[in-house]
């Protein structure tokens, strides 16, 4: 099993278009040690001929493109991406899928309430009914239920981590939706390797601590360092938890909270533009490579 991260950042990447955060002004001006990023995009093969994708980012075109691996082989007609693993129905993590209505089919795997929501009430969706045959909707099975990918042996379960369904559904149908479908994270397997993906992490669900003790791979949320770091920084009035993201730091951050017997390489993820871990140079930066973390880039690779 090979995951490539197309993306590592938040939604709006690194430098957001739109933000002047000591962050983004200080990487425009060339003033801060680290490096741009797009946004949270992963991509996983068990063979090294079909890949799927863990989301679809709104810069999902411009990270096929420029990842070789994902582009069409001369003489075939279409792109090696067969399935796309949708852990939500956020704006950042479906958006994508309007750069992949070329009329290829292609697998989607999402929650049955990620499904109502784009098939519902978002009909612009309806654009990738275009491939012939259409694409093909599936439902993501949870854990203790049979999921493969394709005819190889990687299995893959969702978890759910206790976020919440986007603000642009109706309050109508999320009445009727159920909580634990909203926001997911994903078990993979593949030849007694096992690797845990969860961008988006409330705390809210203590599971998720089971999974990452007993994975060769976590990447998990890294989005805030602290819980009131949107409302510091002038870009919002929530904090981090109010967002459906545990922070990093704190004494119930994620940093205190990983489990001290997990024994896989553990990666932080879905890194906010505001988020000081981003500056190499930063105190913050020291602080998680001290406690064993490593910090995702675009373009790292791992092999399970």
Same mark, same amino acid.
């Given at each position: 099993?090979?995951i490539?991260i197309?993306?590592?950042a938040?939604g709006? %990447?690194?430098p957001?278009?739109n933000?002047?955060c000591?962050n983004c002004?200080?990487l $425009? @001006?060339?003033?801060?040690?680290g490096?741009?990023?797009t946004?949270t #995009?992963?991509?996983?093969?068990? @063979?090294?001929?079909? /890949?799927?994708?863990i989301?679809?980012?709104?810069?999902?075109?411009?990270?096929?493109?420029?990842?070789? !691996?994902?582009?069409? !082989?001369?003489?075939?007609?279409?792109?090696?991406?067969?399935?796309?693993?949708?852990?939500?129905?956020?704006?950042?993590?479906v958006? +994508?899928?309007?750069?992949? $209505? !070329?009329?290829?089919?292609?697998?989607v795997?999402?929650?049955?309430?990620?499904?109502?929501?784009?098939?519902e009430?978002?009909?612009i969706?309806?654009?990738l009914?275009?491939?012939?045959?259409?694409v093909? /909707?599936?439902s993501?099975p949870?854990p %203790?239920?049979?999921?493969?990918?394709?005819?190889?042996?990687?299995?893959?379960?969702?978890?759910?981590?206790?976020?919440?369904?986007?603000?642009y559904?109706?309050?109508e149908?999320?009445?009727?939706l159920?909580?634990e479908?909203?926001?997911?994270?994903?078990i993979?397997? #593949?030849?007694?390797?096992r &690797?845990?993906?969860?961008?988006?992490?409330? +705390? $809210?669900r203590?599971?998720w601590?089971?999974? &990452?003790?007993?994975?060769?791979?976590?990447?998990?949320d +890294?989005?805030? /360092?602290?819980? @009131?770091e949107?409302i510091?920084? %002038?870009?919002?009035k929530?904090?981090a $938890? #109010?967002?459906?993201?545990?922070?990093?730091s704190g004494?119930?951050?994620?940093?205190a909270q990983?489990?001290?017997?997990?024994? %896989?390489?553990?990666?932080?993820?879905?890194?906010?533009?505001?988020?000081?871990?981003?500056?190499e140079?930063s105190?913050?930066?020291?602080?998680v490579l001290?406690?064993?973390?490593?910090?995702?880039y675009d373009?790292?690779?791992?092999?399970l």
């Amino acid at each position: 099993m090979r995951i490539k991260i197309l993306g590592s950042a938040a939604g709006g %990447g690194f430098p957001q278009w739109n933000c002047a955060c000591p962050n983004c002004r200080r990487l $425009r @001006d060339g003033s801060l040690r680290g490096r741009s990023r797009t946004q949270t #995009q992963l991509a996983v093969t068990s @063979d090294n001929q079909s /890949w799927y994708l863990i989301g679809a980012s709104p810069d999902l075109r411009q990270q096929i493109v420029s990842c070789l !691996e994902l582009a069409p !082989e001369t003489g075939t007609p279409s792109s090696p991406i067969t399935a796309v693993f949708l852990p939500s129905a956020d704006v950042d993590a479906v958006m +994508g899928l309007l750069h992949l $209505r !070329e009329f290829q089919a292609f697998l989607v795997f999402a929650t049955p309430a990620v499904q109502q929501i784009l098939k519902e009430e978002n009909h612009i969706f309806r654009v990738l009914e275009r491939a012939k045959p259409p694409v093909a /909707w599936f439902s993501l099975p949870f854990p %203790g239920q049979p999921g493969r990918a394709g005819a190889n042996d990687l299995r893959f379960n969702a978890v759910p981590t206790g976020g919440e369904f986007p603000d642009y559904v109706s309050d109508e149908l999320r009445g009727t939706l159920p909580a634990e479908q909203a926001v997911v994270g994903f078990i993979l397997e #593949q030849s007694g390797k096992r &690797a845990f993906i969860a961008p988006s992490l409330s +705390g $809210r669900r203590p599971e998720w601590k089971t999974w &990452a003790e007993s994975s060769d791979l976590v990447l998990i949320d +890294g989005t805030f /360092w602290s819980d @009131d770091e949107l409302i510091h920084t %002038g870009r919002s009035k929530k904090t981090a $938890r #109010q967002i459906g993201h545990i922070p990093l730091s704190g004494p119930d951050g994620l940093l205190a909270q990983y489990p001290k017997s997990a024994r %896989g390489r553990k990666v932080l993820l879905h890194i906010n533009n505001t988020n000081p871990i981003l500056d190499e140079e930063s105190a913050e930066h020291r602080a998680v490579l001290d406690a064993g973390f490593e910090i995702a880039y675009d373009g790292m690779e791992f092999d399970l």
